[in-house]
Nanobody
């Protein structure tokens, strides 16, 4: 049974940083491209960052230079380091395999990130 458990969100002031974690289980994590997505209130879910099995990375234009995605295959975990956060980064953040916003696996509960002064 596949499980994706996101954590690390919270309330942070503009310019602050957070590190999100996503613990995966139930599939061969190391061979999958993994991505972070986010969904703000009233908006569609969007792709934020992607890391391939070979650790190639790609980012949405809106977060490039501020966010860094990484993975630890020994821990079956993917991370998202978010720096210089902006109010427009406020959303629920999710991880999943692949890059499709439909979701390769069932979505986890997500982790709320709120950027506000």
């Amino acid at each position: 049974q596949v499980q994706l458990v996101e954590s690390g969100g919270g309330l942070v002031q503009p310019g602050g940083s957070l590190r999100l974690s996503c613990a995966a289980s139930g599939f061969i994590f190391s061979i999958y491209t993994m991505s972070w997505f986010r969904q703000a209130p009233g908006k569609e879910r969007e792709l934020v960052a992607t890391i391939t099995s070979n650790r190639g990375t790609n980012y949405a234009v809106s977060v490039k230079g501020r966010f860094t995605i990484s993975r630890d295959n020994a821990k079956n975990t993917v991370y998202l380091q978010m720096n210089n956060l902006k109010p427009e980064d406020t959303a629920v953040y999710y991880c999943n395999a692949g890059t499709g916003t439909v979701g390769f696996f069932n979505w986890g509960q997500g982790t709320q990130v709120t950027v506000s002064s």
